[in-house]
């Protein structure tokens, strides 16, 4: 690059050494600028098929890079349980250093809510299914995670949410645990840390909730709306 534009210039001796001098010095800022991004390359995404598809793309990588890591055995993608010391994990700050370029990413990636009341809580949860005999009462067991996540809207954020996946040792059903009835099952102290109202189309944070109950003179919903929105 440096010898093209020197081609181009018409220069004295002594103007193309300061030429080539600065244009040295970009082209070495340029490098060291290259290789603070080449830090930046994407890793391998290493996600279970189903949050690959719901979650957000500006979660994908932190998310993948926290919680999963390939078998080297099997070969499988696999969820570090070993990690899971706390229910609420926040995606990595965008770094102030002055040389540092961060992605967009950084500034728009999402707080993730891991419910997992089997594995964290060490609860004994019982099968809701049944039939017109009754409940069927035995034990779940928890088999992962389950595929499907959910964003949830915050009062002034949304956030990430993904559940275990449980099953009867007894009739073998499936139930994910966020379902009412699993939740249902737990402790005041547990239900309480729950945090959102789901339904099969939306799903509320608790404070939003809370906010919208207070609703009378001056505290209408669409004024909710508008501070949620703003
Ligand atoms: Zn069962």
Redesign the pocket.
Known sequence: MICLLLSCTGTSAREDRDLVSVLEHIESTEMSDATEVSSEVPDELLLYQGWKSMLPEEDQQWISKTFFRRNPRTNKTEFHSDILIKLWHTPPPPSMASSARNKVDRYFSHRLFLWMPVNFGGVKLL?P?GSEFGK???VLTRVGFHQKTRMVLDVDSFYIIAAEYLQ?S????KVISWAHNIISQLDLDRQIVFPCILTAKFACGRKVVELLRQGGLGNSSSLLRRQLES
């Open positions: 099968c299914h069927c009462g035995g009867c007894s009739c073998g059903a």
